[in-house]
T-cell receptor, first 113, second 115 residues
């Protein structure tokens, strides 16, 4: 079983729709959860972080965390063609392993006009 | 702009050679983490350096080694290069192990191609 698993893609949505990206993780002691966006040929860019159960909203992005279910998701409202990228879910355990994040394999999102 | 700079941007090496990648951390950050991202995969943790000491290592062989300098900049060295070492190498700096929940911000990466 993979430590961090993302929903298989690629995911294609029309412009203006909601894109839903999902991620499950296996380590119950995980404390920090991140979503990164990566454009082709570029390095990952942090777009959301979440540490407590519930929802966290930032502009068009909403991250949802459910530690009991070991599940984290990212919703992108009013999707734009510029949102087309690979989205990476990353999980950290904090403490002395602070700099170690475990990433999922990524989900490719395409927003078509 | 994350404040983390990596060099070189691109590099082509031959199998069996050695390579050194460099990372300058963001001002005030004393911890550097290195990741390898193969094509179509998520980044994989190589190791982390905190105050010039290795502080955690992923599942990479000993031919992957590193250094951190007093100014907290860092090097990643890979000996006896293999074709599978071709990847994007990412560096991230952070304020330190005490800042447990601060997210990582990556530099622009070094694209290594081994032929």
């Amino acid at each position: 079983q993979k430590e961090v698993e993302q929903n298989s893609g690629p995911l294609s949505v029309p412009e203006g729709a909601i894109a839903s990206l999902n991620c499950t993780y296996s380590d119950r002691v995980s404390q920090s959860f991140f979503w990164y966006r990566q454009y082709s040929g570029k390095s990952p860019e942090l777009i959301m972080s979440i540490y407590s159960n519930g929802d966290k909203e930032d502009g068009r992005f909403t991250a949802q965390l459910n530690k009991a279910s070991q599940y984290v998701s990212l919703l992108i409202r009013d999707s734009q063609p510029s949102d087309s990228a690979t989205y990476l879910c990353a999980v950290g355990t904090g403490g002395t392993s602070y700099g170690k994040l475990t990433f999922g394999q990524g989900t490719i999102l395409t927003v078509h006009p | 702009e994350t404040g983390v700079t990596q060099s070189p941007t691109h590099l082509i090496k031959t199998r069996g050679q050695q390579v050194t990648l460099r990372c300058s951390s963001q001002s005030g950050h004393n911890t550097v983490s290195w990741y390898q991202q193969a094509l179509g995969q998520g980044p994989q943790f190589i190791f982390q350096y905190y105050r010039e000491e290795e502080n955690g290592r992923g599942n990479f062989p000993p031919r992957f080694s590193g250094l951190q300098f007093p100014n907290y900049s860092s090097e990643l060295n890979v000996n006896a290069l293999e074709l599978d070492d071709s990847a994007l190498y990412l560096c991230a700096s952070s304020p330190g192990v005490g800042a447990a929940n601060s997210p990582l911000h990556f530099g622009n990466g070094t694209r290594l191609t081994v032929t």
